[in-house]
């Protein structure tokens, strides 16, 4: 299982809706942490090569 780490904005945003919806996501976003290639989408543009070495060059 994957870990999902939330940004400060979007848990402010999951804040501010109504706790019904928020359910909702929470049990989608589990199912994505178990299976997150069941919802992922290739990148147009971008071959696996090209984001896989563009991770791997150093940082300046």
Known sequence: ??????????????????????????????ECSKEPLRYAKKLKGLSFRDTIQDQQKPKD
């Open 1 to 30: 299982m994957y870990r999902i780490i939330f940004t400060r904005r979007a848990l402010k945003d999951l804040e501010g809706i109504d706790k019904e919806m928020q359910k909702r996501i929470a049990v989608k976003l589990e």
